[in-house]
Structures are given as structure tokens and as C-alpha cells.
T-cell receptor, first 113, second 111 residues
């Protein structure tokens, strides 16, 4: 009964080589989030969608882009990964009504060589 | 700007002990507060969600309380087990805004 699915679970890319991470959900939630989490730190919000409305955090680098082609899918594109972008990337969803409980996927561990 | 802190940063207890993890926030006008568990290298698993109108929520051996006026929430774990070893994070939510996470408490339960 996977609800928030992230692929791949582990991604290795070379410095400067574009990479795309994907997230899908079976919950039909309006809101989808992308977080970056580095070791022993709290998750840091990169951006989120409310339906198709895109909201970028002020300090999210331009190197990070996102696409949400439909309700179920959301993608994180890193155009030119640097060594500092190595991290766990977490996708989360919540409904636009009700309790506003967040549901997280298992994460994608990105390594940059 | 909302700030969330969690004390202690790390905790080690023997199996069977009851323990309390703390979460403090500076802006008490929250909509809800959510506690999560994170195992090493994994995503976050939701444990409990407390709405601003509630004082506590319980799930099995876990009990979370909320005191909005003092800007505090506690997560009580009864009869701890080695399988409870993980990092526990709290996140606060203001209506119409995004979640703000605390840095987490790393818990080790020793057999």
C-alpha cells in the first residue's frame, strides 16, 4: 500500500551532470513538497505545489527546478549538481483540506562524484 | 519567524524505560503539530498529529501532548524498546503556510 513513492532510492551522478528525481502519490493530495535533508539536519523545504500553483522558497538555488505534470507526479530537476547538493531528497504530500497531515516518501539519496 | 527547537539533541536509555522528548516553538499561533520518526537513511514516518484545539493524542505506547500557550509539545514513549531507536522530529504548521521542522532528537534504546 505504498502511498508516496520515490524513484530511484539511490542516485549517483557526476559533478555538473543533470539529474531528475521523481515522486508519485496514490493519495490524490493537492499539495506536494520537495525537501532537501543533509546529515543530522532538519529537512529544508525547496518548493511546493498547491495543485498546479508552484511556490519556490526564496533561498532555493536556481539550479533546482520542479515539474508537476499531473496530480500524481512531481519531479525534481537538478541542472548542474555540485558536491554540496549531495543529500537526501524527500517528497511529501498533504491534502488541501482536513487535518493537513503530511505523508513522506522513502527519499532518494543523491551522491555527486 | 517560527523557530522550533528539540531537546535533548541525543538520548540514550536502557530498554524498558519511559522517556519524554521535547519540542518548543516560538510562535504559538499554530494550526497543528506533527511528530515523525526517521530511521537512518530513510524517509519520515508520521507518528502523531495534534490539532491546535487538542491537548493530546495517543497511539499505542506513544502519547503526544500540546501546550500552545507555552509553545511546547512532548512525546512520551512508554516501555521503550530497541526498535524505538531512531531520530524523532517535530514539525509545526501555521494555516496557509509551510511546515517548520525541529532539528530532531536522536534516540538510542540499549538492550
Amino acid at each position: 500500500d505504498a502511498m508516496v513513492i520515490q524513484n530511484p532510492r539511490y542516485q549517483v551522478t557526476q559533478f555538473g551532470k543533470p539529474v531528475t528525481l521523481s515522486c508519485s502519490q496514490t493519495l490524490n493530495h493537492n499539495v506536494m513538497y520537495w525537501y532537501q535533508q543533509k546529515s543530522s539536519q532538519a529537512p529544508k523545504l525547496l518548493f511546493h505545489y498547491y495543485d498546479k500553483d508552484f511556490n519556490n522558497e526564496a533561498d532555493t538555488p536556481d539550479n533546482f527546478q520542479s515539474r508537476r505534470p499531473n496530480t500524481s507526479f512531481c519531479f525534481l530537476d537538478i541542472r548542474s549538481p555540485g558536491l554540496g547538493d549531495a543529500a537526501m531528497y524527500l517528497c511529501a504530500t498533504r491534502s488541501g483540506q482536513g487535518t493537513y497531515e503530511q505523508y513522506f516518501g522513502p527519499g532518494t539519496r543523491l551522491t555527486v562524484t | 519567524k517560527q523557530e522550533v527547537t528539540q531537546i535533548p539533541a541525543a538520548l540514550s536509555v536502557p530498554e524498558g524505560e519511559n522517556l519524554v522528548l521535547n519540542c518548543s516553538f516560538t510562535d504559538s499561533a499554530i494550526y497543528n503539530l506533527q511528530w515523525f520518526r526517521q530511521d537512518p537513511g530513510k524517509g519520515l514516518t508520521s507518528l502523531l498529529l495534534i490539532q491546535s484545539s487538542q491537548r493530546e493524542q495517543t497511539s499505542g505506547r506513544l502519547n503526544a501532548s500540546l501546550d500552545k500557550s507555552s509553545g511546547r509539545s512532548t512525546l512520551y514513549i512508554a516501555a521503550s524498546q530497541p526498535g524505538d531507536s531512531a531520530t524523532y522530529l517535530c514539525a509545526v504548521h501555521h494555516y496557509g503556510q509551510n511546515f517548520v521542522f525541529g532539528p530532531g532528537t536522536r534516540l538510542s534504546v540499549l538492550p
